[in-house]
């Protein structure tokens, strides 16, 4: 299994709630503070239930279209990379400028796709295999789960505060650096994946 701290890093670098900050303040632009705070732990309850759905029934339905879990893994490694990548050279869907879309911002676009997105639904999905990981160590990940969604809670309801204490810069620069964590743990999934069978001579 997966260390905890290593699953909290994934997951909160693959979600990335400081690309997720400009979208959060253009959604809710003109809602109070309390409905900013409601629209905030809406869209992360609505994202935890999507993520945890798969969490537990991800990998049944792709055996079931015969899709092995390394070939998840590796899919979800390029995904990762890619978003790492965008993330790096600020490529990052969304934006603050425009109006805030119509409907329930809190389903779209905040719990999907910008929390429950390709990269976040890939990663829980490939960090539980039903074949090893115990039934407590699935439960455990659920918790990592939680965990990371409460602080994504937590940035997001004090988006404003965040974005004025930091600047537009100060957010760009922290979107960056989980861009290149995201990266990095994207090519240490190709290690783990390909290690064994290429050797120690090309993967030390």
């Known amino acids: 299994m997966t260390s905890i701290s290593a699953e909290f890093v994934l997951l909160l670098v693959t979600i990335n709630p400081f ?12 809602m109070t503070e ?17 993520l945890l759905f798969l969490l537990a029934f ?10 092995s879990l390394p070939a998840l893994r590796i899919a979800g ?8 990548l ?9 934006g603050s400028g425009g109006s805030a879309p119509a409907g329930d911002v809190a389903v779209f676009p905040l719990a999907m796709p910008m929390l429950a ?22 439960a455990v990940t659920a918790l990592v789960l939680i965990a990371v ?9 004090s988006a404003e505060k965040i974005q004025n204490a930091i ?17 990095a743990l994207a090519v240490q999934t190709f290690f783990s994946v390909f290690g064994p069978l290429l050797g120690a001579a090309v993967y030390p």
């Open 19 to 30: 690309a997720a900050l400009p979208v959060f303040l253009s959604a809710t632009a003109g």
């Open 34 to 50: 309390a409905e900013r705070r409601r629209t905030a732990l809406r869209a992360c309850t609505i994202a935890s239930v999507i």
């Open 58 to 67: 991800g990998q049944i339905f792709l055996e079931k279209i015969g899709v």
């Open 77 to 84: 490694a390029l995904v990762l990379l890619i978003l790492g």
């Open 86 to 94: 965008r993330m790096v050279f600020g490529e990052v869907p969304g």
């Open 117 to 138: 997105g390709g990269g976040s639904i890939a990663a829980i999905v490939a960090m539980t295999d039903h074949r090893v990981n115990s039934i407590l160590d699935q």
């Open 149 to 157: 969604m409460a602080v994504i809670y937590l940035v997001l309801r």
């Open 167 to 183: 600047g537009e810069t100060g957010t760009n620069v922290m979107s960056r650096i989980m861009g290149l964590v995201l990266a």
